[in-house]
């Protein structure tokens, strides 16, 4: 069992409400010590470069670096920190690539304070901690996996697509607009941005343009 004294966390999110109110409950927990706050991913880094963290409770939504590329960095450069996601995000793509780039956590913001504090110390004995609704998906996600070989077989183009990123080519095709977008699928612009990125790479094309065409293409225009 880790030493239950000085866990040392960075708390990582862009809301400073969010963050003053985990501060405010972990500081009550014997067992943690809040060593810093961050509202970047730029910041997160810095801070990692100076002071020794246990755990870092990492936001995916925020500026100049968002969670999850912050989170590929740490796992480079700082191997021995664990990373807990908070995130209102349950698609299963965010959470299944974060696995892959090995964070050892996942929770949902509207877990209650005790569910965190046994993650912060589970996660700091080398073990995985995961929302039942996370594990979930995951579990789903597995179980799906002969359904997804057999869509490889059937349609390769759209293989490596997500279904969210199908849903916002589609809507892309339609010419609606990144806000329209974010509404009709109940995310935000800023998840809409990133499926857009996504698919201008995945797809190898150049621009919109070239998501529009493809999407008429392979018949997802209509």
């Not at 997160?44 to 590329?69: A, H, Y």
């Not at 597995?142 to 997804?148: C, G, K, P, R």
């Not at 790479?201 to 343009?209: D, F, G, H, Q, S």
Request: glycine residues 4%; aromatic residues 6%; without cysteine.
């Amino acid at each position: 069992m880790s030493d239950k004294k000085n866990i040392r966390v960075l708390i990582a999110d862009d809301h400073q409400m969010f963050v003053d109110g985990l501060k405010s409950s972990l500081s009550q927990t014997d067992f943690v010590s809040v060593v810093g706050t961050a509202n970047t991913g730029k910041q997160v880094l810095d801070f990692l470069s100076e002071k020794e963290t246990d755990v870092v409770l990492l936001d995916i939504n925020m500026p100049e670096l968002n969670g999850i590329d912050t989170a590929k960095v740490i796992v480079k450069k700082h191997p021995s920190v664990r990373i807990i996601m908070l995130s209102m995000y349950l698609e299963k793509q965010f959470i299944e690539e974060l696995v892959r780039i090995g964070i050892s956590g996942y929770i949902l913001k509207n877990t209650g304070i005790k569910e965190l504090e046994q993650a912060i110390q589970t996660v700091s004995d080398g073990k995985k901690h995961f929302s039942n609704d996370v594990a979930l998906k995951l579990l789903d996600a597995q179980t799906n996996t002969v359904y997804a070989n057999e869509m490889t077989q059937t349609q390769p183009q759209l293989s490596g697509l997500t279904e969210r990123e199908i849903d916002v080519l589609k809507l892309i095709a339609k010419e609606f607009t990144t806000p329209e977008i974010a509404e009709k699928l109940f995310i935000s612009a800023y998840t809409v941005e990133t499926h857009r990125k996504n698919l201008i790479r995945k797809l190898n094309v150049k621009n919109i343009a070239g998501l529009v065409k493809f999407a008429v293409q392979n018949g997802l225009a209509s």
